[in-house]
């Protein structure tokens, strides 16, 4: 029968040093290589059985809960030592093959431990530490660090949490996958770690204290929450902090956020409204990527939109850049399938490439008439030397259209998408086309160009993107352009 129970140390795979400040060595140890009487607490619940757990040893020659398997008990007490190893902290995910556990019994000797220890063993209702525990303390079920000023993690069965006001920190996946209906936050609240409202499903409301100064990555990914009030203290909004949340509908963003990080709001298909407040001055990259939004409210305070921040938001109509805004970046609002139009201000210093690629419902692009640096005439953006063609709306009316002489750049992607358009001409001014050009414009076949043949052999189309050189017609209908002295056959 003992050999039947082995249980073989594996090395520590998923642990980081940085975390648990010991180094963890490639060690495996099994009950069978020793005669000695395994060792527990004296207060050990009958129902704790010493084979349910399965260890990693450190270089220190302690012992790390890898893995819990008993789905049995209501009370699991964690053992003080293992043949004479202290066992001395929890991995992640040690109890996610349990069920059923309703309490979980930290003994003196665990120093390492955090919710997503517990993650995924959703019948726990109380965490209870032994007085003698240096590093962590209970209350209420709550684990807390030892000074009770830092939630460690709440266990899921609790319906609702009131956090006592002296804490002041929520530590990673603090209410990871939590039940609960209500959760008041401490008043002296100053920080919330990674994923701390992960996966919570009853939850619907939730207001961030004004004295939170900072929200970590991915703190509401994955939640059904449906309104997020953010405080006053924050100044900046993380990277995924609000990602894949099923049911928010709106978000306000207050004007003490100067800073939008790259996917800070991405993959919310139910968010209809979003409006930033006064204050907000940078979106950067992809902050909004792959929301259902109806509407962006963007203040005059804002300065800098950078690439790809809305791409590919489907159902976004209409687009009012406010004046301030100097900078809008590569793709900002492409692949918004249904965008019919876009208004840009007259302080506009730069606009990137592909700004409005694969927009295949756009009609309108529109701009202040007193921006000094670009012009919008017959429908098309330039800039406002007359040099650069930025972009040519997918739904433009005109059949046939002649770039205007003394252009010397086309944009990559800048008639993406381009449905009516039959006939081009370009001038031979033109030096360069970018990749994708004409991408998916299917009604036009030819183009003419006023230039001869070997000019149109010296005109550089061809961009690196990424790690892949992308010709100007890849994806297009092109096959011949017609030049002053013969033809020039594209796909031969």
């Known amino acids: 029968m003992r050999k039947k129970l082995l249980i073989f140390l594996l090395p ?22 020793t005669s000695k009487t395994p060792t527990s607490t004296p207060t050990q619940e009958e129902t704790t059985n010493i084979y349910d757990f399965e260890f990693v040893e450190n270089e220190d020659g302690t ?6 398997k008993n789905y049995r008990p209501n009370k699991v007490t964690i053992p003080e030592s293992f043949n004479g190893k202290l066992i001395t902290g929890i991995l992640d995910y040690a109890f996610a093959s349990s069920g059923g556990i309703k309490t979980i019994v930290l003994s003196k000797n665990i120093a390492i431990c955090k919710g997503i220890s517990f993650a995924n063993c959703l019948t726990i209702e109380n965490i209870e530490v032994e007085p003698e525990n240096p590093y962590f303390k209970s209350k209420d079920g ?24 002296e804490i002041t920190k929520l ?50 990914n994955l939640s059904s929450i449906k309104s997020i009030t953010l405080g006053k203290g924050m100044r900046e909004l993380s990277s995924y902090v609000i990602s894949n949340c099923s049911s928010l509908d709106e978000l306000i963003i207050p004007g003490n ?16 409204r979003v ?44 687009v009012t850049i406010p004046e301030g805004v100097t900078t809008l970046g590569n793709g900002a609002f492409s692949y918004c399938e249904i965008l019919e139009s876009i208004y840009l201000p007259s302080t506009l210093e730069e606009i990137g490439t592909s700004l409005v690629a694969y927009d295949r419902y756009l009609e309108t692009i529109s701009m202040h008439k007193d921006n000094p ?32 002489d003394g252009v010397e750049i086309i944009d990559r992607e800048a008639f993406s998408y381009v449905l009516r358009l039959e006939k081009l001409t370009l001038p031979a001014s033109i030096t360069f086309i970018g990749a994708y050009t004409f991408r998916m414009t299917s009604s036009l076949e030819e183009i003419y160009y006023s230039g001869t043949m070997d000019q149109w052999h010296s005109i550089e189309k061809e961009e690196i993107i990424g790690e892949n050189l992308i010709s100007w017609n890849l994806g297009s209908s092109i096959n011949i352009v017609h030049c002053k002295n013969g033809d020039v056959i594209i796909n031969d």
């Open 142 to 165: 709550l684990l807390l660090n030892k000074l009770g000023n830092e939630l460690i993690f709440c266990p899921p069965k609790k319906d609702v949490v009131h956090l006592d006001d």
């Open 373 to 404: 640096n670009f012009v919008v005439e017959n429908n098309v953006l330039y800039s406002k030397d007359k040099t650069r063609l930025i972009s040519y709306p997918a739904r433009h009316e005109q059949f046939e259209y002649e770039v205007s």
């Open 275 to 318: 409006v930033l407040e006064n204050g907000v001055e940078v979106i950067e990259d992809g902050a909004f990527v792959d929301n259902s939004t109806n509407e962006y409210v963007l203040p005059t305070s804002l300065r800098v939109i950078k690439d790809n921040a809305f791409i590919r938001n489907p159902r976004l109509k209409s």
């Open 63 to 68: 012992l790390f809960i890898k893995n819990y």
């Open 171 to 220: 530590a990673d996946y603090a209410f990871i996958a939590s039940n609960a209906k209500e959760i008041i936050l401490s008043k002296n609240l100053k920080e919330i770690g990674e994923r701390v409202f992960a996966s919570t499903k009853k939850i619907t409301t939730i207001t961030i204290p004004d004295s939170v100064e900072c929200i970590g990555e991915y703190a509401f």
């Open 257 to 272: 956020i100067k800073v939008i990080h790259a996917s800070a709001v991405v993959n919310n298909f139910h968010l209809k």
């Open 12 to 33: 520590l795979v998923l642990f980081s040093c940085a975390e648990n400040n010991s180094t963890s060595s490639e060690s495996s140890i099994s009950s069978q290589e």
